[in-house]
């Protein structure tokens, strides 16, 4: 699964390597992280912070937070682990932008399909030629847009919440701040 999703672009994984010892990073880190934990209204959130997540011994979890009117990354995730070597900071960051949801809004749409082809057979034994072509045509059309359009939405978001994140956790290991 993980290989169709990188194929499809909606995980993306990438190396950040800093010059700054791995404590230095976490406290930086803790500053600027909030606790992440569901919030109904967190658009109206007067929390300066950026990103909220997880930080755990070696690894993080993290995502953009909600602001109103800013949907565009804020539901996408980034799982990173960090180790240190030799006074280098190295942080493995995945961004993933396939969750449980999507499983279960793609289950529907093929439950839509198999509906559209439960008519189509009807359609065809019961009417003319032209009216079960038009219908194959529209039916066809409005199930690939419900394909594709959600995965090509997903990549723009993935690839552009990889290149916010690692430009700010760049600035926030150079000056202290996101």
Known sequence: MLSLLKQ?????ECELKFEVSREAFVTL?????DRDRFNPFEVFSSSKHRYKGSLKEN?????RTRRLFDSKTSWIRARG??????????????????????????????????????????????????NWLLFLLLALTHLALMLVAPILFLRQ??????????????????HGKF
């Open 157 to 174: 978001a993935v690839n552009s919440l990889e290149l916010l994140l690692s430009k700010d956790l760049a600035n926030l290991v150079r």
């Open 81 to 130: 682990s960090f180790n240190e070597t030799d006074g280098n900071l190295i942080i493995n960051l995945m961004v993933t932008g396939w969750n449980h949801y999507m499983t279960v809004a793609y289950a529907f749409i093929g439950l839509y399909g198999f509906f559209v082809g439960s008519a189509l057979l009807y359609l065809f034994n019961s009417y003319p030629l032209a």
């Open 59 to 63: 690894e993080f979890t993290i995502k």
């Open 29 to 33: 880190l803790k500053q600027h992280l």
């Open 8 to 12: 499809l672009g909606l995980v993306k």
